[in-house]
């Protein structure tokens, strides 16, 4: 059986909106294994200056990230979409061991198979030290309340 991860290509607004979200809401259940599985099998990762292959590099790189960047939380904006590419913005919240905090800031490209398996995924990525008192994302770890105000809304 071939593994599908709806919604599927060609997208349109509403499903590339929806693909964006599950994708947050992957991301901030910080299960590297759970994440990977949106991931076709021999994916190929831009992330930084690091360029990963496959699902199981992206679960050793999703482990050793989220055992550094402590208490993360992600929110993820559709920019653009067409067929079966989306682009996103995104801003996450974290902190380091020594209690330091940062805002990350960055845009991802997306590809994806037609089955919904993100192919590609290009990410350029930029870090702010931020004060806990400056932090924004204060929902419980985890799925981001539907509530929560957007980047859009929180001027990111």
């Excluded at 994440?35 to 099998?41: D, F, K």
């Excluded at 290009?122 to 008192?133: G, L, T």
């Excluded at 419980?140 to 859009?152: E, F, K, T």
């Amino acid at each position: 059986m071939t593994e599908q991860r709806p919604p599927l290509p060609p997208f349109d607004e509403a499903s590339a909106a929806q693909k964006v979200r599950a994708a947050e809401d992957g991301w901030n259940s910080r299960n590297p294994e759970r994440v990977a599985l949106a991931y076709s099998i021999d994916s190929r990762w831009r992330n930084r200056a690091e360029f990963l292959t496959g699902r199981s590099e992206v679960v050793s790189f999703l482990t050793r990230k989220w055992a550094k960047e402590l208490e993360y939380r992600l929110i993820k904006e559709l920019w653009a979409w067409s067929g079966n590419r989306i682009a996103v913005r995104f801003a996450y919240e974290w902190r380091d061991d020594s209690g330091s905090w940062f805002r990350s800031y960055g845009n991802e490209n997306w590809q994806f198979d037609p089955n919904g398996l993100m192919t590609d995924r290009f990410a350029c990525i930029n870090d702010r030290p931020i004060n806990e008192a400056d932090r924004l994302f204060h929902w419980q770890l985890g799925h981001r309340p539907d509530d929560h105000p957007s980047l859009s809304e929180l001027g990111l």
